[in-house]
C-alpha cells in the first residue's frame, strides 16, 4: 500500500466512515489513477474534469457510479491533500426517478423453492422477511437472532445505526431447522470454513439464476426481496413510519416511494376514477 492509500484511509477512520465507504472511496481514486496511468495528487483539474467526462459520456456510468467517483475523489483532493478544486463541485450525476421493481408474495416463494443451496436459501429466506439490505443480512452472526423477543437485531445499518426488526415465528422455525444442520458458531450465514461471512456476489448469481429459470420475467436482484417486503407492509395497513423505522431510511421521503408501487393504491385510484367518470 502506498503512502498516499494509507493516508486517505487513516483520514477516513478519522472522519468516522464505514469500512465499505471507505473501500468505495479507495475504488475510485484508484480508477482514476488507472485511467491516467499516474499517481492522483499528479493530476490536473483539467485532466479531472476530462475523467468525469469520460464516466458520463463514453462509459454512461450510473448516477450512482459517477456519486461515488465524486465522493471518493473529492474527498481525496479536499481531505487527504488538501486541495480544493472548483470543477468538484459542478459534477452533478442526473437524477433519475427509477421505481424499484416489486415481487409478488408468490412470486418470491417461487424463486426460494428454487435455491438449492440450503444456506443460500435461508439466507435469502431471512432477508425477505425481515426486509434486510444485503450487506446486512450476510453479516448477522448467531447473536443476532432474540428468539424469546421474536427479534433481530441489525448492528451497525446504513449511518453506523442499530436497530431491531421483528423475525416471523415461520422464519424462527426455518432458523431452528438451519441451525440443527449446520450449528453456525459465529456468523450465521459463513463459507465452508466458517471464518467468513458469504461472499455477495455469489448470492446475488444464485439469486439471478433462479430470477432466470422462473421465467419471472423482472429484472430483480437481491435488493427487490427488501423492496417487495415494504410494499407488502405498506398494502397490509402498516404506517409508513413505522416501516421507515423497519428499513432503517434516515428520511420519509426515501420510504414514501413505496406508495407509488401498491397494487392497494391503485386498485383505490382506479376505483374513485371510474365513480367520477360514472355518469359521463
Known sequence: ??????????????HGLAARTRQSYVDAVKGLARFYQRSPDRLSEDEIRSFFLHLINEKGAARSTVTIYLCGIKFFYETTLGRKLPILEI??????????VVLSTEEVNNLLERVKNPVYRMCLTLIYACGLRLSVGLHLRVGDIDSDRMLV????????????????????????????LHRPKTWLFSTKTGQ???????LQKTFKVVVRQSGIGKNASVHTLRHSYATYLLESGVN?????????????????????LTQKTVDQLATVINRLMADS
Open 1 to 14: 500500500m502506498t503512502e498516499l492509500r494509507s493516508r486517505m484511509i487513516q483520514d477516513m477512520q478519522l
Open 91 to 100: 459534477v452533478r450525476p442526473a437524477k433519475r426517478h427509477k421505481l424499484p
Open 153 to 180: 437485531a441489525v448492528r451497525n445499518g446504513k449511518g453506523g445505526k442499530d436497530r431491531y426488526v421483528p423475525l416471523p415465528e415461520r422464519t424462527l422455525e426455518q432458523l431452528r431447522a438451519y441451525w440443527m
Open 196 to 202: 467468513l461471512p458469504l461472499n455477495p456476489t455469489t
Open 240 to 260: 409508513l413510519r413505522v416501516i421507515q423505522e423497519l428499513l432503517g431510511h434516515k428520511s420519509p421521503h426515501t420510504t414514501a416511494i413505496y406508495t407509488h
